[in-house]
């Protein structure tokens, strides 16, 4: 009898613990962000609503337009980046002439200019949407979010060394 009992308890927790893991949501509802960039997107995003305070409305518009201004940096830091690592491989092979240095003096200015001009248009647009003091907020959160990061990145890279440092130190 008090196998039978102990078994029908085991069974039926089993169960009751199985019927629980089945109704937990599948993992894909919540996507995980894998790359470090996406995380730091996503945590940007999260501090500008918060310090924004956006309206509904202005939320929907803002992000978009916001969406596009990342863009145009990403599109311009690559297009930068290829640019200067072809210079240095034109320089390294000595494969570099005075024209050929103006040329790439040239692009470069221009992509500058472009990205400039891009910029001030789109946040000619986020200006309409954001009330002055939002603006300002903003403007300010763009420059320090920047200075942070990289004071983050700076600290990181210090600990890590100590780190390889005291790895190394054996006594």
Known sequence: MIKRYLLTTLITGILSLYSTILSQPPREIMPEIKKPEEKLEMLKIWKLTD???LEYEQTIEFFALYKQLEALRREHLKE?????????ADIKNDNITESTINNYISQLTNL????IEGK??????INTILTPVQMGKFIVFEETFQEE???????LREKMEKKKEMEGWKP
């Open 51 to 53: 310090i924004l305070e």
């Open 80 to 88: 930068r980046m290829n640019l200067i690592e072809n210079l240095r």
């Open 112 to 115: 500058e200019e472009e990205l």
């Open 120 to 125: 001030k248009s789109i946040i000619d647009q």
């Open 149 to 155: 990061m990289l004071g983050m990145i700076r600290t």
